[in-house]
């Protein structure tokens, strides 16, 4: 359904926000005004969950976490960026594969079956949008992700 994306996203970092226990700090760079998209809700909420979570799990006591929405073109562009363990760059595309977890020894300790992202993917392509990662080793995570912009603007469902 047409949902204002910016509000929807804020819900969801907010839900985290007053759930997390240990000292992260959100820090949110969103537009001003409300930005229509055509998303499924609950598709779009297991995306960004799966990738709040994984922030969380991997960021260091005291970090930051970032969020990013900015307009491209007829595409949004969401990021959310991380203090984190990071990822080898050799690894930034198979993240993305079912089962794939870059630290057996170290994921399984934190739990999880490495199908979050690969879901993720695919939830994403069925949008119409593309996700990938940015990660520089022992500085940090970046997932984006694109959502096509509802065409000719916002409108009423
Ligand atoms: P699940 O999501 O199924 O609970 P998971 O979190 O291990 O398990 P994914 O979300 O698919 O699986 O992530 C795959 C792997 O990518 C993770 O196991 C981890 O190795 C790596 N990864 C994902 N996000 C981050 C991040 N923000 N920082 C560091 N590594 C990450
Ligand atoms: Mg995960």
């Known amino acids: ?27 949110l760079k969103l537009p001003r005004g409300p930005i229509y998209t055509y998303l499924d809700r ?10 709040i979570s994984n922030a969380i799990k991997y960021s260091p006591d005291g970090g930051r976490i970032t969020f990013k929405v900015v307009k491209k073109g007829n595409h949004l562009v969401t990021g959310i960026r991380d203090q984190g363990v990071g990822i080898p760059k050799e690894n930034l595309t198979k993240i993305f594969d079912r089962f794939f977890r870059v630290d057996k020894a170290r994921s399984r300790n934190l739990g ?24 520089e080793w022992n500085k940090g995570t970046a997932i984006f992700f694109t959502l096509p912009l509802s065409k000719g603007g916002s409108y009423d469902a």
């Open 1 to 27: 359904e047409t949902t204002n994306y910016i509000s929807f996203l804020k819900d969801i970092i907010d839900r985290f926000e007053m759930s997390k226990k240990q000292h992260i700090h959100f820090e």
């Open 112 to 135: 999880g079956t490495g199908l979050g992202l690969a879901i993720a993917k695919e939830i994403v392509a069925a949008h119409g949008g593309e996700i990938w990662a940015d990660s």
């Open 42 to 51: 609950d598709k779009m909420t297991q995306v960004i969950d799966n990738i």
